[in-house]
Structure formats: structure tokens, C-alpha cells
Nanobody
Framework: QVQLVESGGGLVQAGGSLRLSCEAS????????MAWFRQAPGKEREFVAQVTWSGGITYYADSVRGRFTISSDNAKNTVYLQMNNLRPEDTAVYYCAAKWPDHIAMMDHEYDYWGQGTQVTVSS
């Protein structure tokens, strides 16, 4: 089993920044992929970014590329999402997810483990 705990959400003005964290515990094999998804009210959950644990390869949704950065700290079993130049349309609950093996995956059904989510609200 894997437990994922997110933190770092909050309220920020448009143009501001936030950093989300997701700490993993339990099964922590190195060949996993970690990702962030988000779900806005009335919308389906969507892919935001992914990082492979072993190689640090990253993938981003077009809507966040150039503004968001996903990274990992293997020693802390933690993945981060640095969000800069936030927009009101970034408002959503952000979820951390994990899967094995570390192949690219942008669909939520491909992920096996999920955190509880953290709210990000961007005011205009």
C-alpha cells in the first residue's frame, strides 16, 4: 500500500505563486511515476504534470507548461508542484497520484494511488 499526503494549497491572487507538496509512504520502489491532477467544480479531473522517479523525466499539460514545475526529492519521498503566474482558471482541487512502472501516463485511471487533495483558489 501507498499513502500520499498533499499540502501547500491555499488562496492566492492572480499572478502569484504556490508550491504543493506530496509525501509518499509505504511502498516506495524507485521505478514509480508521480503526477499531479486537478479537478475544478463541475469539470472532470485533468492531468497537470508527471515526473518519473528514477530518471526525473517530466511531462506537462499544455495549459501549465512554462508556469508550473514538477520535481521530486527522492530522499524525502516527496514530489513538488511549483506553480507560478497563477490564473483564476487554475482554481481546483489538486491531487497527487502514483503508479508503477514509471511509464508516461496522463489518464487518471492509469494511476493506482491517490492523495486526499488540496484546494487551490486563485482570485482575480
Amino acid at each position: 500500500q501507498v499513502q500520499l499526503v498533499e499540502s501547500g494549497g491555499g488562496l492566492v491572487q492572480a499572478g502569484g505563486s504556490l508550491r504543493l507538496s506530496c509525501e509518499a509512504s509505504g511502498r516506495t520502489f524507485s521505478d514509480r511515476a508521480m503526477a499531479w491532477f486537478r479537478q475544478a467544480p463541475g469539470k472532470e479531473r485533468e492531468f497537470v504534470a508527471q515526473v518519473t522517479w528514477s530518471g526525473g523525466i517530466t511531462y506537462y499539460a499544455d495549459s501549465v507548461r512554462g508556469r508550473f514545475t514538477i520535481s521530486s526529492d527522492n530522499a524525502k519521498n516527496t514530489v513538488y508542484l511549483q506553480m507560478n503566474n497563477l490564473r483564476p482558471e487554475d482554481t481546483a482541487v489538486y491531487y497527487c497520484a502514483a503508479k508503477w512502472p514509471d511509464h508516461i501516463a496522463m489518464m487518471d485511471h492509469e494511476y493506482d494511488y491517490w492523495g486526499q487533495g488540496t484546494q487551490v483558489t486563485v482570485s482575480s
